[in-house]
């Protein structure tokens, strides 16, 4: 029994099969989140909403995404922007920053991807 595609019956290498899908694939990228002492590894796309990347990790660290915020560098990253309008790249490290407490909701604290205590000084 002979293949179909083995030997003189194989089609030319530039022919593409029709059942083979002509889009291009998303470019993925790899982030680190920092708290403290504690490093989540996400695979994430450049096109995905900060928004997208909190809830990953509400799922994965079991806290609410509403409770947590996103920094790169020194820049709070917006929930609704991309991570391409921030300009995060592969291997981008983020810091990750808890509320307070529910008595202060405007007040996080980031240890960890260069960024410190964030209440001003009294």
Excluded at 33 to 60: C, I, W, Y
Excluded at 85 to 92: E, K, L, S, T, V
């Amino acid at each position: 029994m002979r293949f179909p595609c083995v030997g003189r019956d194989a089609p030319p290498l530039t022919t593409r099969p029709a059942n083979v899908s002509r889009c291009i694939p998303r470019q993925t990228i790899y982030l680190r989140v920092k708290r403290k002492k504690m490093t989540v590894f996400l695979q994430v796309n450049p096109t995905d909403a900060v928004s997208l990347v909190k809830e990953t990790l509400a799922g994965l660290l079991e806290k609410s995404s509403d409770d947590m915020r996103l920094w790169s560098d020194s820049t709070l990253l917006d929930e609704n922007k991309t991570l391409e309008h921030f300009g995060i790249g592969n291997d981008a490290v983020l810091g990750l920053a808890y509320r307070l407490g529910e008595s202060s909701p405007s007040k996080y604290i980031v240890l960890g991807a260069q960024v410190r205590a964030l209440d001003p000084p009294c």
